[in-house]
């Protein structure tokens, strides 16, 4: 006889680093006896809005959404893309000082990312200009934004383009409360039973298991999802955020993403305040 296995749509966005961390779920390296696992690929802004609804079984978000969506979703310990004295960066294209960001425009992707909460709680008074995150720098080339607030593989080739550095906000982060910064996480639905939660959170853990012993490949497979980087610059990007504090939550990344959210949440920047809660 057979089981019925069941279904879960997982849901990550098709960046490097998600394609590197799910890597041996969606090539069938890593099965599951319990659960079938469907991929579905959207940006983190559309993830983070489709969390509200509860709309996947297990998906990625942003920790800044998490207070937003925690009464449906509980993190998983394994999935979180976290950096450690690194982060979203602030690029202008003429040099600016951090200082001079008060009152400025500037092109963001989306208030429920990380990004956002962490450059309003580093600089508080600016003006945000909401974008899809591979058009912001296009806002500020255009004239029509003094900054850009950079995510994912821009962090690393803005540079191409003849934009200045202002700022790394996990640097800051990291210089202020030495803490890393917690960006992104994966979640299940509170819904679940807790068998299928674990064999959730076990079989991503596996899946980014295998990506690290099995780089190559991997990495080759990354690359398919890597928006025209070359195989230097997506490793690297990869390695950025994909490492040991993506296999388990460690106890500084607990603290760091309370710490984020109460100062978010007292900033009046975040409505509910949570416990950080996971499997």
């Not at 983070?48 to 310990?77: C, F, K, Q, W």
């Not at 003006?127 to 806002?139: Q, Y």
């Not at 064999?199 to 099995?214: F, N, T, V």
């Not at 070359?230 to 607990?254: R, S, W």
Request: proline share 4%; glycine share 6%; charged share 25%.
């Amino acid at each position: 006889m057979t089981s019925t296995l069941q279904k879960v749509v997982v849901a990550h966005s098709p960046d490097a680093d998600d394609a590197f961390m799910f890597y041996g779920l969606a090539t069938g390296k890593v099965r599951s006896s319990l659960v079938q696992f469907e991929h579905h690929l959207s940006d983190i802004q559309s993830l983070n809005e489709a969390a509200h609804e509860g709309r996947y079984g297990m998906t990625a978000i942003s920790y800044h959404a998490y207070p937003y969506v925690a009464d449906r979703y509980i993190l998983t310990a394994s999935g979180s893309s976290v950096g450690d004295g690194y982060g979203p960066i602030l690029v202008s294209k003429r040099a600016l000082a951090p200082a001079e960001l008060r009152g400025k425009t500037i092109a963001v992707p989306g208030t429920l990312t990380t990004a956002y909460l962490t450059l309003r709680l580093f600089e508080p008074e600016f003006e945000a200009k909401v974008v899809p995150f591979d058009k912001v720098l296009d806002e500020v080339a255009a004239g029509r934004a003094d900054a850009a607030l950079v995510i994912h593989e821009g962090q690393l080739s803005y540079h191409q383009s003849g934009f200045h550095r202002i700022l790394d906000l996990g640097a800051w982060w990291k210089e202020k409360y030495d803490l890393p910064l917690p960006l992104g996480a994966n979640c299940v639905l509170r819904s679940l039973t807790p068998d299928v939660q674990r064999e959730c959170r076990d079989r991503l853990r596996d899946s980014i298991q295998y990506a690290l012993e099995h780089r190559e490949e991997a990495l080759s497979y990354a690359l398919e999802f890597s928006r025209g980087l070359d195989q230097p610059t997506a490793e690297k990007f990869v390695g950025m955020y994909v490492n040991h504090h993506t296999l388990d939550m460690l106890p500084e990344v607990v603290e760091s993403a309370q710490k984020l959210l109460e100062m978010g949440h007292d900033a009046g920047l975040v409505s509910q305040r949570v416990k950080i809660d996971y499997v």
